[in-house]
């Protein structure tokens, strides 16, 4: 079975500061990874994601992430943050070609910007 | 593209009362559809996956008959919470999938439905 874990509840930073949230995954197959955000009250937006190919993956906002299969993790990076990226952010798996074709998420961290 | 809707966007029923919320594809067609619920604070869990034109598989602890599911169309799924009382209340997200994007599992979310049960 598959699972997901994001360690941090919740990160605050500063305004322009980086910030790295934590994935780490279990699965004995081979998964696709994503990043997922969600504002208050609204449902949930693809960040990024890992299929194959290149382990860094960016999105047009500035995040990144690096799909590192050794260390099972799909850490979220931004090198600067600003205040309108404080959400809730979910990192989810999913299983290549399984039958069950199902997400899999993580408890979610909040990304509390400050200024 | 990819967009999916959800109505109401948000709801106050009685205790007792039953509850439609209706989730829509906009621009593709979804053979797939999932329904998820979100507690406060917590992350998303999938109650059922919708296939058009037959029944959902409902996840373990899932009650089938409190939470029916119809997906008449390949751009229409429907939850119906039944019989709704307070611990119902939640935060409630489908999403779909389109055919071409099964191969990566990709989904599109709605933007939800907030249910409040008094």
């Known amino acids: 079975a598959q699972s997901v874990t994001q360690l941090d509840s919740q990160v605050p930073v500063f305004e322009e500061a980086p910030v790295e949230l934590r994935c780490n995954y279990s699965s004995s197959v081979s998964v696709y990874l994503f990043w997922y955000v969600q504002y208050p009250n609204q449902g949930l937006q693809l960040l990024l994601k890992?299929?194959?190919?290149?382990?860094l993956v960016k999105s047009i906002n500035g995040f990144e992430a690096e799909f590192n299969k050794s260390q099972t993790s799909f850490h979220l990076r931004k090198p600067s943050v600003h205040i309108s990226d404080t959400a809730e952010y979910f990192c989810a798996v999913s299983v290549y070609g399984g039958a069950t074709n199902k997400l899999i998420f993580g408890t979610g961290t909040l990304l509390a910007v400050q200024p | 593209g990819a967009v999916v809707s959800q109505h109401p966007s948000w709801v106050i029923c009685k205790s007792g009362t039953s509850v439609k919320i209706e989730c829509r594809s906009l621009d593709f067609q979804a053979t797939t559809m999932f329904w998820y619920r979100q507690f406060p604070k917590q992350s998303l869990m999938l109650m059922a996956t919708s296939n058009e034109g037959s029944k959902a598989t409902y996840e373990q602890g899932v009650e089938k008959d409190k939470f029916l599911i119809n997906h008449a169309s390949l751009t229409l799924s429907t939850l119906t919470v039944t019989s709704a009382h307070p611990e119902d209340s939640s935060f409630y997200i489908c999403s779909a999938r389109p055919p071409r994007g099964g191969q990566h599992n990709e989904q599109f979310f709605g933007p939800g439905t907030r249910l409040t049960v008094l």
């Open positions: 890992y299929l194959s190919g290149s382990t």
